[in-house]
């Protein structure tokens, strides 16, 4: 990485713990054996799935004959008995070397088992925080950029971003103007949400990473509406990788979570994760110890829940798709099909055309899947307003990733969209029931306009 000194402090002149080669082997040594790498270790060559590691990533951890994990709600952790073994910020306990904690606003049982699933999903190191947005803020606390390229996507980290700018006059420039981008220098940022935030398009991992290394920035990627198994985004060179975890991996819409993980190469070389959790003990970001528990459950069931969500979004679209095309193909006017009625147009990386195209980036970035979230545009903004009170298994609510179907009119929520969207969230539901839902849905709306005439 370029160094150009524009910057104050980079991430990357953060001391790397310089403990010798001789205790890192050591320790490299005891974790293939019953540390992180032990699990790996046994089964040689062969990798393990996604949902092996979801069930398993955190066995290393448990020191108990319990099958589920327990939940430790202490703040606290009483340190060694023997007075010669008291080291600053050193608590191992010999009984649980990797369960060793002092104070939960550093580390706690139920966050550490969920930061080993996560990293083990992730394909790198994941540090867990209370919130996406803590997980986003925390990022460009540690990332120090002067200058941020960021496109459209979820409202909320541009409300971060304008907080940070408050305290450091951080800019933010627009991610699809190659000009902007242009002006980018060593240690910014290039942030790519994909899919987006709320129409469910993908964008090019490739491209954003060949410009970062062009350009000496570093690139950070929102993944959130494609977690594993949709998406690896380290695979494309992504620096590091962010989720809002009270989407999918949290996957029941009852606990907040946000992640960030570092490409182990990064990680490798610069010890970020280390860097990361400095600062979070003084951020005070971090997750509750029920909210851990509740994601590790969560977590063990990731690749069953989105690979059916995905697939349940994929075949509602073509199922919409194909009625607005036939209405089309019929000249419009005269098409019967309630769909075609009231629905404008539809967005989903399914959709775009790169999606159809064999070998296509699009096709590389999201080979297992193209995502739960798409959006409706209906005609009418009134029929947008009014749809979601006329179905059975949506609730209309914001958020998305639950097991829950959900659709929301975004215009409560988010002040600068079209009153015409509708977001939709699939969840693990019977798609066919899903279906039937939505076109009974789209019947019940013709119907009250002529009741109203
Ligand atoms: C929800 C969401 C966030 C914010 O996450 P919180 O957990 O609500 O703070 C960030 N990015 C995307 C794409 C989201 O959908």
Redesign the pocket.
């Known amino acids: 990485m370029a160094q150009s000194g524009t910057n104050g402090s980079h991430p990357d002149g953060l001391p790397v713990d310089e403990s010798g080669p001789a205790s890192t082997t050591v320790a490299a040594a005891a974790e293939n054996t019953q540390g992180p790498g032990a699990l790996a270790a046994r089964f040689g060559d062969h990798k393990l799935s996604l949902s092996s590691l979801s069930v398993h990533a955190d066995d290393y951890i448990n020191n108990h004959r319990a099958v589920a994990p327990p939940l430790h709600v202490s703040t606290t952790f009483r340190y060694n008995d023997d007075p010669d073994r008291l080291r600053a910020w050193d608590n191992t306990d010999d009984n649980a070397p990797y369960d060793s904690h002092i104070y939960s606003r550093d580390s706690a049982p139920n966050t550490t088992r969920l930061e080993a699933v996560l990293s083990a999903l992730l394909g790198g190191p994941a540090v867990t925080y209370?919130?996406?947005?803590?997980?986003?803020h925390a990022m460009l606390v540690f990332l120090n950029p002067k200058r941020i390229a960021i496109g459209g996507?979820?409202h909320?980290?541009h409300g971060v971003i304008d907080l940070v700018a408050k305290l450091t006059g951080l800019q933010k420039l627009e991610l699809e103007d190659p000009a902007a981008l242009a002006t980018l220098q060593p240690g910014d940022v290039i942030h790519v949400?994909t899919p987006?935030?709320p129409t469910g398009e993908a964008r090019d991992l490739d491209f954003y990473a060949a410009r970062a290394r062009e350009l000496g920035c570093y690139l950070t990627v929102?993944?959130?509406?494609a977690p594993p198994p949709l998406q690896q985004p380290f695979s494309h060179g992504v620096d590091v990788v962010?989720?809002?975890?009270?989407?999918y991996f949290g996957g029941h819409s009852d606990l907040?979570?946000?992640v960030l993980a570092v490409h182990p190469a990064r990680e490798e070389r610069h010890g970020w994760v280390r860097g990361l959790r400095g600062e979070r003990l003084f951020l005070g970001s971090v997750m509750g110890s029920m909210e851990g528990w509740l994601g590790v459950r969560s977590l063990r069931t990731l690749e069953l829940r989105v690979e059916r969500q995905s697939a349940s979004a994929g075949r509602l679209v073509a199922w919409l798709d194909g009625e607005l095309r036939a209405a089309q193909k019929d000249g419009g006017g005269g098409s019967t099909s309630p769909v075609a009625k009231t629905v404008e147009r539809l967005q989903h990386a399914s959709l775009q055309p790169e999606a159809a195209q064999e070998g296509s980036w699009l096709r590389k970035q999201m080979p297992r899947g193209w995502g739960p979230v798409f959006s409706i545009i209906m005609r009418e903004a009134d029929h947008a307003r009014r749809l979601p009170s006329k179905l059975h298994l949506f609730h209309h609510a914001t958020?998305?990733?639950g097991v829950e179907s959900l659709i929301e009119w975004r215009a409560v929520t988010d002040k600068n969209i079209a009153k015409t969207v509708l977001r939709v969230s699939v969840g693990v539901e019977g798609w066919e029931d899903l279906k039937e839902d939505l076109l009974q849905g789209f019947t019940a709306l013709l119907d009250e306009d002529k009741s109203r005439k």
């Open positions: 209370s919130s996406g947005l803590a997980a986003f996507g979820y909320g980290c949400e987006l935030n929102d993944a959130t509406f962010m989720h809002s975890g009270t989407k907040l979570c946000g958020s998305l990733g």
